[in-house]
């Protein structure tokens, strides 16, 4: 059967079937429950065009919060919505940078369908004025805003900077081991 991904994690509680949320490029598309027989697992996330699946009969908790590392990983909805970053972390040998984000980190990158890397420039606390300066020093001309639970608004952050140069950069503006963070970083292709 499928629903709406967007139904609250209470009703699927109270539901006996499995949840699969199916993302397409990155988008979360869909959840299907599965009844009966057709059930395989508690919570599934599939990821297309990749055709790959994360399951789990219980979702594990989440891990001991990790400094923000070299990589960080930005898992993909469907991961997210099925309750499975905790399960993709051990995985990855990530570790969340915070216990309100779905955002995870390594040490080292490992190639996985159910999340975009970065490489990880900066991580700082998160001051307007320095991050300005950071990318100016870099040349950096073009930004991609990432909010994952900060307040700030992405737009105004964009046009305070008013950068120019060549390069471009992924900013997130996020939380950090309970702080307001900000992290620089570059996509692994």
């Known amino acids: 059967m499928k629903i709406a991904p967007g139904v609250a994690q209470a009703d699927l509680r109270a539901i006996d079937a499995e949840a699969e949320f199916v993302s397409l490029n990155g988008e979360l598309k869909e959840c299907v429950l599965w009844f009966g027989a057709a059930r395989t697992a508690a919570r599934r996330a599939t990821v297309l065009p990749a055709g790959e699946t994360l399951f789990a009969d219980r979702p594990q908790d989440l891990g001991p919060i990790a400094p923000v ?3 960080l990983y930005d898992p993909d909805p ?5 309750g499975l970053v905790h399960d993709l972390a051990d995985r990855l040998g990530a570790g969340p940078i915070d216990a309100t984000v779905h955002l995870l980190t390594a ?4 190639h996985t369908p159910f999340a975009t890397a970065f490489a990880v420039d900066h991580a700082a606390p998160f001051h307007a004025k320095l991050l300005r300066e950071y990318l100016r020093q870099r040349q950096v001309g073009r930004v991609t805003v990432i909010k994952r639970g900060s307040p700030a608004d992405a737009d105004d952050l964009v046009r305070k900077l008013k950068l120019d140069g060549p390069h471009h950069r992924t900013v997130f503006l996020t939380r950090a081991d309970g702080a307001h963070a900000v992290i620089v970083g570059r996509r692994f292709e």
């Open 69 to 71: 590392g070299a990589v």
């Open 78 to 82: 469907a991961v997210a919505r099925a």
């Open 107 to 110: 040490d080292r990158h490992a």
